[in-house]
Protein backbone atom coordinates (compact mmCIF):
# COMPACT_ATOMS: atom_id res chain seq x y z
CA UNK A 1 0.00 0.00 0.00
CA UNK A 2 1.33 3.21 -0.74
CA UNK A 3 1.06 6.37 1.54
CA UNK A 4 0.53 9.79 0.78
CA UNK A 5 3.69 11.86 1.40
CA UNK A 6 1.43 14.16 3.59
CA UNK A 7 -0.60 13.63 6.96
CA UNK A 8 -3.35 15.09 8.04
CA UNK A 9 -5.02 16.48 4.78
CA UNK A 10 -8.03 18.70 4.90
CA UNK A 11 -9.44 21.45 2.78
CA UNK A 12 -10.86 24.77 2.74
CA UNK A 13 -13.80 25.83 0.33
CA UNK A 14 -13.31 29.77 -0.61
CA UNK A 15 -16.12 32.09 -1.98
CA UNK A 16 -18.42 30.07 -3.37
CA UNK A 17 -20.78 30.70 -5.80
CA UNK A 18 -23.90 29.30 -7.44
CA UNK A 19 -25.69 30.78 -10.65
CA UNK A 20 -29.06 28.43 -11.77
CA UNK A 21 -30.63 28.71 -14.74
CA UNK A 22 -33.87 26.70 -14.54
CA UNK A 23 -32.43 22.74 -14.74
CA UNK A 24 -28.60 23.59 -14.87
CA UNK A 25 -26.39 25.13 -12.19
CA UNK A 26 -23.00 27.13 -12.16
CA UNK A 27 -20.82 26.27 -8.92
CA UNK A 28 -17.31 28.38 -8.83
CA UNK A 29 -15.67 28.67 -6.02
CA UNK A 30 -11.28 28.35 -4.74
CA UNK A 31 -9.90 25.50 -2.97
CA UNK A 32 -7.23 25.54 -0.70
CA UNK A 33 -5.37 21.76 0.26
CA UNK A 34 -3.57 21.56 3.84
CA UNK A 35 -1.64 19.43 5.02
CA UNK A 36 1.85 18.25 7.20
CA UNK A 37 4.50 16.86 5.43
CA UNK A 38 7.72 14.93 7.18
CA UNK A 39 5.83 16.37 10.44
CA UNK A 40 6.16 19.49 9.78
CA UNK A 41 3.68 22.12 10.53
CA UNK A 42 0.32 21.91 8.65
CA UNK A 43 1.05 24.24 5.28
CA UNK A 44 -0.55 24.77 2.20
CA UNK A 45 0.10 21.97 -0.57
CA UNK A 46 -2.06 23.68 -3.19
CA UNK A 47 -4.23 26.37 -4.19
CA UNK A 48 -7.35 25.63 -6.92
CA UNK A 49 -9.82 27.57 -8.88
CA UNK A 50 -12.93 25.25 -9.74
CA UNK A 51 -15.70 25.36 -11.63
CA UNK A 52 -18.48 22.65 -11.79
CA UNK A 53 -21.54 22.45 -13.71
CA UNK A 54 -24.87 20.60 -12.10
CA UNK A 55 -28.01 19.68 -14.14
CA UNK A 56 -31.28 18.26 -12.56
CA UNK A 57 -32.29 15.03 -13.81
CA UNK A 58 -34.92 13.41 -12.96
CA UNK A 59 -35.42 15.52 -10.02
CA UNK A 60 -31.75 15.02 -8.84
CA UNK A 61 -28.74 17.69 -9.27
CA UNK A 62 -25.78 15.80 -10.62
CA UNK A 63 -22.32 17.33 -11.68
CA UNK A 64 -22.51 17.33 -15.20
CA UNK A 65 -19.10 18.84 -15.81
CA UNK A 66 -15.96 19.66 -13.77
CA UNK A 67 -12.93 21.89 -14.35
CA UNK A 68 -9.81 22.37 -11.84
CA UNK A 69 -6.91 24.81 -12.43
CA UNK A 70 -4.25 25.56 -9.97
CA UNK A 71 -4.58 28.74 -9.06
CA UNK A 72 -1.19 30.92 -10.29
CA UNK A 73 0.38 32.83 -8.11
CA UNK A 74 1.26 36.72 -8.12
CA UNK A 75 3.72 37.84 -10.39
CA UNK A 76 5.98 40.46 -9.11
CA UNK A 77 6.57 43.85 -10.90
CA UNK A 78 9.93 43.88 -12.58
CA UNK A 79 12.50 45.68 -9.85
CA UNK A 80 10.44 45.06 -6.77
Not at 57 to 79: A, D, M, N, V, Y
Amino acid sequence: TMKPPFTDPRCDMIDPKVQRHGDVALLTFNLVNYGKLAGAPEHVLARWNSTEVYSRIGGTWKIIHSHWSFIQPELRQPGS
